[in-house]
């Protein structure tokens, strides 16, 4: 108990320096009573021992962040509390209270406001003009009026005593400062809105902007005409820093087109862009500001839509890999595969057709269809001008076609009456039309052209035709037809552009040549003037040395040779009744989808589309061509030296350049006169429909201005479609649009 009791004096002492001394005497005494037996205990008493002597209490002046220094009075507990109350005041006083929507947090303000100072006489219907002018490009719109006049538009309009411009700014300032650019104008006006979208992104980071007409008795801007101004000079004029008449009108500093057009002007524009155009009097002046506003833009637009093309194309063909994806957080919608959308309208758009195809163009309409809707708009207003404003029609496939019309026609004083007509038109039933018999085992004259920007594609082709037709023992025959350019006119010599195509035929040719047979293929060397000549005048050159039993067949280099392809060109061309132009699978750039170049294409939306415009392939017999070929009125080419060249080509019928167009236009005029009596007086038809079994690989579309306007738009329109989907190009742009 004793020894206790001193150690525990002994530790309730606050000089560290004396608590050591003592137990040290202590420890001595212990070592004195023969403890020095017990290894163990002397192991523990050195340790103590050891830790006593260099232990150091920290002095007052020392002590660091993070060490409390001892109070006297209150225990341990007590001084945590008080700990615990401090820390909880200094969290409340830092404490931040998040704002309760997104907006708020990141002061997120919104770009352009626009308000309209109503005039007294102003027009009935310019809340009608500013709609298709400005609405879609600005943010917020407020009409601002000294009375309840006929302007119904309860949302936008504001009633004020007076409606002057500070009037007008002063309750802006209350209600609408979250905004960066104000725009105030008058109702004898009207603005460009992609103009001004355009003018507010080029001024984001000034500090002060204020853009008008500079007015001719100050430096100021001249309200009648139109105010452009930030956030920055709108405070400035609420907190009276600076007098509104005072601030300058500074539109020539910026690098901007601010063009702002008396009505009276409206003739001297020529390709400018109007920002705003002012003074306007009459129903009649509104509607032509509107008309040139939309003319602009709609010009404006086009060109963009040109440009970002163009960039797309490039970035295509410079890249030497690119993968398409879907675009993050979006899924691909699940459509099933049997699904068919019978609510689908075809939009009618003055008397014609607009087209539904992605990126199609309406410059050459279908005469029929035309004809047809102006007969349907006679039937619905018989002994009326009436003329096609819109329309829609379906095709329903199991009763007939629904078309529904709005009709405009003149009526009292020739104010213009609308009418609507619903038509139905019911499908007629079924014909069975009977073809002679034919059979799998027909002769086919394989005609392929040849340039020389196909030397490499033409080797894969002829590698596929030996396995399909060759190996097979298939009757088909191969004419490969060398176009020749004046800067390689060298033929059948070491210096000859082909010189490695025709030795690979050459090989093949002898490797499968059987007995009592001729070589399965040959070649035909075109010498060229300065273009590609037509196909009609390729084939004339040829029907004098194809056999007249045969069926030709056109092809091309890119082209892959499937049996099935064969079978379906000799069921379809029968001589007499039918000639078959077959719509090919093509495949996509191999850099939009991303798989490079394969050995076979695959049948696949991703993978290509069925190519419309392509009218190159088409099977026929020698006698039916001869016979249509005489309705052109131009004479039949008999020699190389009757080419045209490009100049006279831009002169030329459409139909030289389509196969197909010759014989749907002039096919029922084939056996008028024909000696045959089983097809006298029956038509010569043209199939013209998709095959899967003809795949081309993807080939660059080189569209000559020299063509025909119809020739060269449809060629243009070819080139787009070309590269790959909608989705695909959309994915590509999205993803590197930031490049």
Request: charged share 25%; net charge neutral.
């Amino acid at each position: 108990t004793t020894k206790l009791i001193l150690l525990d004096s002994l530790l309730q002492e606050n000089d560290a320096v004396k608590m050591g001394s003592m137990c040290r005497k202590y420890l001595y005494k212990i070592f004195n009573s023969n403890l020095c037996s017990n290894p163990f205990l002397f192991g523990i008493l050195a340790g103590i021992v050891f830790n006593l002597a260099f232990h150091r209490e920290p002095q007052e002046e020392s002590l660091g962040e993070g060490v409390f220094e001892k109070e006297d009075g209150g225990s341990l507990l007590d001084r945590l509390e008080t700990n615990i109350n401090i820390l909880k005041d200094v969290q409340q006083q830092d404490s931040y209270v998040r704002p309760r929507f997104i907006r708020d947090e990141i002061n997120i303000t919104s770009s352009i406001f626009v308000a309209v100072l109503m005039e007294d006489g102003s027009s009935q219907n310019y809340i009608k003009y500013y709609n298709v002018t400005a609405r879609h490009y600005v943010e917020k719109t407020v009409f601002f009026d000294s009375k309840n006049s006929s302007f119904k538009n309860d949302k936008n309009l504001v009633t004020l005593k007076e409606c002057s411009l500070m009037k007008a700014i002063r309750y802006i300032g209350d209600r609408y400062r979250n905004y960066q650019f104000y725009y105030i104008i008058r109702s004898d006006s009207l603005v460009n809105g992609l103009a001004l979208a355009d003018i507010v992104s080029k001024l984001k980071f000034e500090n002060e902007v204020m853009i008008g007409k500079r007015s001719a008795k100050s430096k100021s801007c001249d309200t009648t005409k139109g105010i452009l101004m930030n956030n920055n000079v709108l405070n400035k004029i609420l907190n009276r820093s600076e007098n509104f008449k005072e601030i300058g009108c500074d539109s020539e500093k910026y690098d901007i087109n601010f063009i702002q057009v008396s009505s009276q002007n409206l003739g001297d524009l020529k390709e400018n862009i109007p920002s705003i155009i002012y003074n306007l009097k009459s129903e009649q002046s509104y509607r032509e500001a509107a008309e040139v506003i939309l003319t602009s833009q709609t010009r404006s637009l086009q060109s963009s839509l040109v440009d970002l093309e163009e960039d797309i194309e490039t970035f295509i063909d410079e890249s030497d890999y690119l993968e398409a994806e879907w675009p993050a957080v979006v899924y691909k919608s699940k459509v099933e595969p049997t699904r068919f959308d019978n609510e689908v309208y075809d939009y009618i758009a003055d008397g014609q057709l607009v087209p539904t195809e992605p990126g199609s163009s309406n410059l050459h309409p279908r005469e029929r269809e035309t004809e047809a809707i102006k007969s349907m708009a006679e039937k619905c207003l018989p002994n009326q001008q009436s003329r096609v404003v819109s329309g829609w029609r379906k095709v329903e496939y199991d009763s007939g076609v629904k078309t529904i019309l709005h009709l405009e026609y003149p009526g009292e004083e020739e104010k213009p009456v609308r009418a609507d007509c619903t038509l139905y038109q019911e499908f007629s039933n079924p014909l069975m039309v009977s073809l002679p018999f034919v059979t799998e085992s027909t002769k086919i004259s394989l005609v392929v052209p040849v340039s020389e920007s196909d030397s490499k594609s033409v080797l894969t082709f002829l590698k596929s035709f030996a396995k399909t037709c060759l190996e097979r023992n298939d009757r088909v025959f191969l004419m490969l037809v060398f176009l020749y350019t004046r800067e390689r006119p060298d033929k059948n010599n070491n210096k000859d552009f082909y010189k490695e195509v025709k030795q690979t035929a050459l090989q093949l040719s002898k490797k499968y040549k059987k007995k009592d047979k001729g070589s399965s293929i040959l070649w035909y060397s075109m010498q060229l003037k300065d273009g590609i000549p037509t196909p009609i005048e390729t084939m004339d050159l040829l029907t004098q040395k194809l056999d007249s039993k045969s069926i030709i067949l056109i092809g091309s280099p890119n082209m892959e040779v499937h049996s099935d392809y064969l079978n379906r060109v000799r069921m379809n061309t029968i001589e007499g009744r039918l000639s078959f132009s077959p719509i090919p699978f093509t495949e996509f750039h191999p850099q939009v989808t991303s798989k490079g170049q394969v050995s076979s294409v695959s049948f696949n939306s991703s993978n290509g589309h069925f190519d419309t415009y392509d009218f190159q392939h088409v099977s026929f017999f020698k006698s039916d061509y001869l016979n249509l070929r005489k309705h052109i009125d131009i004479p039949l080419i008999v020699k190389e030296d009757d080419l045209f060249n490009r100049t006279q080509m831009k002169t030329l019928p459409w139909e030289m350049f389509r196969i197909p167009a010759m014989f749907q236009h002039y096919g029922h005029l084939r056996n008028k006169a024909d000696d045959d009596s089983d097809n006298q007086g029956k038509t010569l038809h043209m199939i013209r429909a998709p095959e899967p079994s003809l795949r081309l690989r993807y080939r660059s579309v080189a569209c000559e201005s020299s063509l025909p306007s119809k020739v060269y738009d449809d060629c243009m329109q070819r080139r787009r479609l070309s590269l790959g989907s909608r989705a695909q190009l959309a994915s590509i742009f999205l993803r590197n649009q930031n490049l």
